[in-house]
């Protein structure tokens, strides 16, 4: 399955929800809607937050795939630092398992 091409961006509403999507127009080409998880002023930095870490997904997914290159050089440090940069590009493109996350 592939994932809506990169690069994404973020905008406010203006009223309760961030919408992620498309960069060129993230609100008419969303693929996300981030709402604040708590009361207050911290519940719209967090909410802006996970909109701005959900934008950056598929850069950062590119990232972990040029840095997995890197990282294959047979040592042992670079070996487990390799193997979670592979659960997360596996988890990258496999979707949520089931039950969620």
Do not use: F
Request: hydrophobic share 40%.
């Amino acid at each position: 399955m592939a994932h809506t091409s990169g690069p994404w961006g973020y905008v406010y509403d203006g009223s309760s929800v961030w919408s992620v999507g498309r960069d060129d127009d993230p609100q008419d080409r969303r693929i996300a809607s981030v709402q604040k998880c708590s009361s207050g002023e911290e519940g719209w930095h967090e909410a802006a937050a996970n909109a701005c870490l959900i934008a950056a997904a598929p850069d950062l997914l590119s990232a972990c795939q040029l840095a997995l290159v890197r990282l294959d050089d047979g040592t042992e440090v670079s070996q487990k630092i390799a193997d979670h940069v592979r659960a997360a590009i596996a988890k990258a493109h496999s979707g949520a398992p089931e039950g969620g996350h």
